[in-house]
Every structure is written in structure tokens, then in C-alpha cells.
């Protein structure tokens, strides 16, 4: 069974939420993001969300782009990325890890190609945010071949077949957006989520974790209470990058101080 659906299931089975933490593949230094996402499992993480850096982030807000280009700056690439969840296993076995881009980067390396290369390195899933449904059934199929989940986003003013679309070739779980907009944005509507969670739960028995928006544990606790989790990034990155002249252990330190909240705030919802 895939590293993301143990997870998942293990977390459902003892009700506790899943918490997925998205960084910056190469932000703000290469050097500084292989300690950084165990920082970030040693705080509480359950799921491993690598940024793959791209010049045109279209989804993404101010925060996570300046990422992105600090990334590109530093040399970083979706074959970096694949070679850095390789060191990444050699002392983490068992936390999943994501890598979640764009659709170029992919395309590039070709399917096959990508879904050997990641297979070997340990990744468990590949989310491409501008890669439509329908025209992402042939990296799903190469991805399930190598034992990887696609991870599909759902938005707000997604409607109802389209969900089904995308539900169909979806695995590991749904990323729902919490908002309309770009990462990073400040007005959550818990109770729009739920709705929308509802509708989203006739047509998929996969966990829905929901990401955008979610800053701290207020937040992390209100949108956890509706869902099997939450995925939160900007808080990260922003960290990050305000940090970017500091070595890699006081990042870590900061990542953790973040982290331990959010952590704390899902665990209260444990049933």
C-alpha cells in the first residue's frame, strides 16, 4: 500500500487529522531544504508537500512565488527535487512525500520517465496544478503503474461533473482550496468548506485534506473539524524566506516553533 494511503488510514483509524506541510524545493538555499522537511516530521508532520519551483506559479500567492524564484535562482528543478526525496529516505522511510508543480517541468521529463525516476527516489505522489483532468489520465496511469497516487486540487467553483472527473482518477487523497484565489489569501470560510465538502463527499471515499488560507491553529482547527485534515504552506515559505541568511538549524527551529501549534490545535480534535 502507498506511503500516503498508510498514512491516512492510520491517522482515520486513531481519529486524528492529518497535517501536510508544503515547502519550496531550494528556498531560500538548496542546502537548507533536506533538514527542513525533517524538522518538519520531527514537529508533527504527517505528509511532506515539495514545492517544485516554476517561473509562472500561477496558483500560488506572493509569498510562495518569491519562493519559487528564490528556487530558480539557487539552481533547483524537478530533477533536483526527485534527487533530494532520494536523501530524504535514506533516514525517513515512512513519511510520504508529494511533489507538487506544474505541468511544463513534467511534460519535459515525459511521464515514463518521471514516474521511474520518483518511484526510485521514494516519492509517493505527483500533484500537477494546471495539468486539467482531462488530459492527466496518462500521467495517472503512468504514476499508478510505479505504485504513486495523483493528487488532484478541487476548487470552490468546481461543479459537480467535474468533480466527478476528477475524482475518478484521483488517489491518496482529494486537495481541496479553500478559497477562491491564490495561496496565501486571508478570508477562510469554514462554513463554505464544509459545504462544499459535502458535495465533494458523494463522489469520492478519499480523505479530503484543505489547504489555502490556513495560517495558525485557529484556522488549522476550524477547517480540521471538517475534514480529514489540513495543508498548510505560505506560513512556511514566508518563514523561510524571511529567514533566508540564516543557517539551515535556526530555519529548522523556526519551522518547529510553527509547526508544534498547528499540531496541537488538530490533536484537540482527536475523537
Do not use: W
Amino acid at each position: 500500500m502507498n506511503r500516503i494511503t498508510q498514512t491516512l488510514d492510520a491517522l482515520q483509524s486513531s481519529g486524528k487529522k492529518a497535517l501536510v506541510t508544503y515547502i519550496v524545493h531550494g528556498d531560500p538555499k538548496t542546502e537548507t531544504t533536506l533538514p527542513a522537511m525533517h524538522a518538519l516530521v520531527e514537529a508533527g508532520a504527517d505528509i511532506i508537500e515539495l514545492g517544485v519551483p516554476f517561473s509562472d506559479p500561477m496558483a500560488e500567492g506572493p509569498v510562495i512565488q518569491r519562493g519559487h524564484e528564490r528556487a530558480l535562482e539557487n539552481g533547483a528543478s524537478l530533477t533536483s527535487a526527485i534527487a533530494l526525496v532520494a536523501e530524504f529516505r535514506k533516514t525517513d522511510p515512512k513519511t510520504p512525500v508529494v511533489l507538487m508543480g506544474y505541468a511544463n517541468p513534467v511534460e519535459r521529463m515525459g511521464y515514463e520517465s518521471l514516474a521511474k525516476s520518483a518511484s526510485a527516489a521514494g516519492v509517493d505522489g505527483v500533484l500537477t496544478v494546471d495539468l486539467p483532468p482531462e488530459e492527466a489520465a496518462q500521467l495517472q496511469e503512468a504514476l499508478q503503474a510505479k505504485g504513486m497516487e495523483a493528487i488532484f486540487l478541487i476548487a470552490p467553483t468546481t461543479v459537480d461533473e467535474r468533480i466527478a472527473s476528477i475524482t475518478h482518477l484521483a488517489g491518496g487523497f482529494i486537495y481541496y482550496v479553500s478559497l477562491k484565489g491564490v495561496t496565501g489569501a486571508g478570508h477562510l470560510d469554514t462554513q463554505s468548506v464544509e459545504q462544499k465538502l459535502a458535495q465533494i463527499r458523494k463522489h469520492t471515499t478519499l480523505p479530503l485534506l484543505v489547504g489555502f488560507g490556513i495560517k495558525d491553529k485557529q484556522s488549522a482547527k476550524a477547517v480540521g473539524a471538517v475534514s480529514e485534515g489540513v495543508v498548510v504552506g505560505s506560513l512556511f515559505v514566508d518563514a523561510m524566506g524571511s529567514n533566508k541568511d540564516a543557517d539551515p538549524a535556526e530555519i529548522c527551529a523556526s519551522l518547529k516553533s510553527l509547526t508544534q501549534p498547528i499540531r496541537e490545535g488538530l490533536d484537540e480534535l482527536a475523537g
